[in-house]
């Protein structure tokens, strides 16, 4: 089963330009199986979930949500857990990590580093299932230290697209052993590992030529004392691409 973990609709997330209808279309148009939403601190509800899973079938939707840790900027993925206090509850990484582990859930740290150098939540002592290695929003120049954090944790990987447009759904991707039946089956086979991660080769070369040309405008724009604001009002692009190339980092995937 080919399935992305990490999406968001525009329903639910203000940040995404695509429909969950077009997020699902787009995904089966490029083969995959199955996505769960991860919007930005928001859940569907297990009777929205049902609805598009009878809608879709046998396409399958899971339960997911990003929660991003209060007064840290770090996200975390949620998966296999539909409880309305995910969304509700200023978490702290901690509470947020004993709530999954005591409900059977999958707990996963989304893109680190992208803005910093360091990860700002106890990932030390409260290890995730899983690190996000690849994604639209994680650049190849991190790929070795998220490999590196992973090692010295003893953690796993997983590669999505954190899909805010529906051309990049499954651009990466995790290919599971088999279809799992609901949520519980789901994290089951995340946590034994019985998936590989996979990328859609060309769709990251187009993707990566793209981000070329935009860099080049970014460089020039700060050659002339230019900032984000500036670049995300004439260009109508993420202020988070500006971000990366000033710290002198590419968000070439």
Not at 57 to 66: D, L, M, V
Not at 138 to 144: A, L, N, R, V
Not at 195 to 211: A, H, M
Request: with cysteine; net charge negative.
């Amino acid at each position: 089963m080919k399935i992305d973990l990490h999406v968001h609709a525009k329903e639910r997330s203000a940040c995404s330009i695509a429909s969950e209808k077009e997020h699902i279309e787009s995904a089966i148009r490029f083969g995959l199986d199955g996505l769960v939403f991860t919007d930005h601190n928001r859940i569907s509800s297990k009777e929205h979930i049902d609805e598009l899973n009878k809608k879709y079938k046998p396409f399958r939707i899971y339960s997911g949500i990003e929660i991003t840790i209060k007064d840290k900027g770090e996200d975390i993925l949620v998966i296999g857990i539909n409880d309305k206090i995910l969304e509700e509850k200023d978490w702290s990484y901690e509470e947020l990590y004993k709530y999954v582990k005591e409900n059977n859930g999958f707990i996963a740290l989304a893109h680190p580093y992208r803005y910093k150098d360091y990860v700002n939540v106890d990932i030390e002592n409260y290890i995730p299932d899983a690190i996000e290695i690849h994604s639209t929003n994680i650049g190849k120049d991190d790929e070795q230290n998220i490999k590196n954090l992973a090692k010295r944790l003893n953690t796993r990987l997983i590669t999505n697209s954190d899909g805010h447009d529906s051309k990049h759904v499954g651009i990466y991707h995790n290919d599971l052993d088999y279809t799992p039946e609901d949520d519980a089956e789901l994290v089951e086979i995340l946590k034994a590992g019985k998936y590989t991660c996979e990328p859609s080769s060309v769709r990251v070369k187009i993707f990566n030529e793209k981000v070329k040309k935009q860099e080049e405008i970014i460089r020039k724009l700060i050659k002339e004392g230019k900032d984000k604001k500036y670049y995300q009002e004439t260009t109508g692009n993420w202020e988070g691409q500006f971000d990366r190339v000033a710290m002198g980092k590419s968000y070439e995937i």
